[in-house]
């Protein structure tokens, strides 16, 4: 493999264990604190905002992309960004009802949602152990769904479904502006010069839209979001959230889709449930049938047989063009 595919398949891992320290923080430090979901997510993407564009503003060419950036595709980051939302709600409104375990791993499936949906709108997966790799991931996510306490919250299971959905969308449209297109990922299509808007200047703008977005929500919600509002022992797990399950995480996954494609990408943050679990198990206690330890067993191995899934005749057919 070469260096630019190699630090493509890092990013999404690195990605997917970011995600992973989401819903510690929330449900171990800011939950307990008595901030609720929706003003958490204000806070976190507020964070993960300024963290952004300090770093966009601290790179000379990050600045001279972003003067250059045409209101087109400002548009279109914003509005991706702002569609972020729809994930992080149903996410986290989950993870108020049940085991984060649970949520992450019922989270997995959404791997296979873009799978089929690069089929038509992205880079596929172009062999058989790739897709062999995908259905390896999926068992492994319906053997979790077998591990279910009878007095599950329902709704939370619902809600939990729904975001793979929402996320499988969200990470197509990241992909789409970073310029991947049917049959090519971006860092193809440039020539091995990576995303179409650079990672700072794409990161910055699509989470200032996510940010926007949720404080409108809570606004509308009437959520008490003034700093005074805040009690003291929920600021440490915001910072977290925002910096770590938010900044780095979306701007790292960005990164790894121009590199290698959404599909080839979101297949490498499955790592995800894999930190949860071992998050939720070491510092809230809570515990796993052998059969969700099973489940997750094989995601893992899904997700490291995914790192040799990939067609070797790309990169090179690619960067060999005049």
């Keep these: 493999m070469d260096r630019r595919r190699i630090v493509g398949i890092a990013l999404g891992a ?58 087109r595709t ?15 709600s149903v996410y986290y409104a989950s993870i108020e009802r049940i085991d984060i375990s649970l949520v992450a791993l019922l989270m997995s499936a ?16 172009q062999s058989r152990l790739a ?9 492994g996510t319906v053997l979790t769904i077998g591990g279910v306490k009878p007095d599950t919250d329902r709704e939370g299971i619902l809600l939990a479904l729904l975001s793979p959905v929402a996320y499988a969308v969200y990470i197509v449209l990241t992909a789409w502006m970073a310029g991947e297109r049917p049959g090519q990922t971006a860092d193809m299509r440039s020539r091995g010069r990576g995303a179409e808007v650079s990672p700072p200047v794409a990161g910055a703008v699509m989470m200032t839209g996510t940010f926007v977005a949720t404080m409108v929500v809570g606004i509308v919600a009437r959520e008490p979001l003034l700093p005074t509002q805040i009690p003291a022992a929920a600021w440490p797990g915001l910072l977290g959230i925002g910096i ?27 790592v995800e449930p894999v930190v949860v679990i071992i998050l939720g198990i070491t510092f809230l206690n809570e515990t796993f ?23 070797s005749e790309a990169r090179t057919i690619v960067l060999e063009e005049p």
């Design 244 to 270: 770590v399950a938010a900044a780095i995480a979306i701007q790292a996954f960005y990164a790894s889709a121009a590199r290698i494609g959404a599909a080839q990408a979101s297949l490498m943050a499955t």
């Design 14 to 71: 690195l990605a997917g264990a970011a995600y992973g320290t989401g819903p510690l923080f929330f449900k171990g430090y800011v939950h307990p604190a008595g901030v609720d979901w929706i003003a958490m997510l204000v806070w976190r993407f507020l964070f993960a905002t300024l963290v952004s564009w300090v770093w966009l503003l601290s790179q000379p060419r990050a600045r001279a992309e972003l003067r250059e950036l045409d209101r």
């Design 289 to 311: 049938s052998p059969i969700r330890v099973l489940g997750a067993a094989i995601v893992l191995a899904g997700v490291l047989l995914a790192q040799v899934a990939t067609p």
């Design 74 to 88: 400002l548009v279109r980051l914003l509005f991706t960004g702002a569609f972020f939302i729809v994930n992080a």
């Design 131 to 139: 897709w062999g790799s995908l259905g390896i991931v999926i068992l």
């Design 110 to 125: 959404y791997p296979a949602l873009v799978a089929v949906l690069c089929l038509r709108l992205g880079y596929k997966f």
